[in-house]
């Protein structure tokens, strides 16, 4: 089983995070930050990752922490439930459509964190939320899941729809590089023999 809970608790959040990477997207989400549970259903849905969330931050300074937390669990969680990465794809890639959006996204699970992020929001905010956040949630799940993650908005004028582009492109890249592949035979996808931390 390729599951994963993981708590952390700071002076600024307390987060819960359980997920199945073999799971069929069933999602039970509660941040208290409506924009940021619907990219994360979204995220869950598409990747096929079953994911349950529960998030208590400070709200009343801003949405910072909360974002950017839940990004750092969701990466860790997903890093641990990898184990050491044998039989895995590692890489996925999508090209997500959404009206008058484009969004390209490439990710290689290596163990080796990076993010290239090409994304520009026409608005500093959707709803209460402000669009630079959403950068720091995806540094941080690159981050702490060992994620190279690369994210291209090619075009679109929608803030809602280029982040959520983001979001599902992501998720559908995910799907590809953490799914088994049966010709791997539990062989773990690298010349070095190893994608964890211990060598």
């Known amino acids: ?21 073999d799971g069929t997207g ?3 989400i509660d941040t208290d930050i409506g924009f940021l549970d619907h990219m994360l259903e979204s995220f869950s849905r598409h990747s096929l990752i079953d994911l349950k969330v529960r998030a208590q931050g400070d709200l009343h300074v801003d949405f910072h922490h909360t974002t950017e937390d839940t990004g750092i669990v969701i990466g860790q969680a997903i890093k641990r439930a990898l184990g050491d990465f044998a039989g895995v794809r590692r890489f996925g890639s999508a090209l997500i459509p959404m009206d008058e959006t484009l969004t390209r996204v490439a990710v290689d699970i ?8 090409k994304v520009n929001f026409p608005r500093p905010k959707l709803g209460e939320m ?6 720091e949630w995806f540094q941080a799940l690159a981050q702490n899941g060992g994620i190279c993650l690369h994210i291209e908005n090619l075009y679109g004028e929608n ?18 590089a953490v799914a088994i592949d049966e010709r791997m035979e539990g062989i773990v996808p690298s010349t070095k023999g190893t994608l964890t931390d211990d060598m």
């Open 1 to 21: 089983m390729r599951t994963a809970t993981i708590e952390r608790k700071t002076r600024e959040t307390e987060i819960l995070v359980s997920l199945d990477l």
């Open 26 to 28: 069933t999602y039970d």
């Open 110 to 117: 290596s163990n080796r964190p990076y993010l290239i992020w």
């Open 130 to 135: 402000d669009t630079e956040l959403f950068r």
């Open 159 to 176: 803030s809602h729809h280029i982040v959520e582009t983001c979001f599902k492109g992501t998720a559908r890249s995910l799907r590809e």
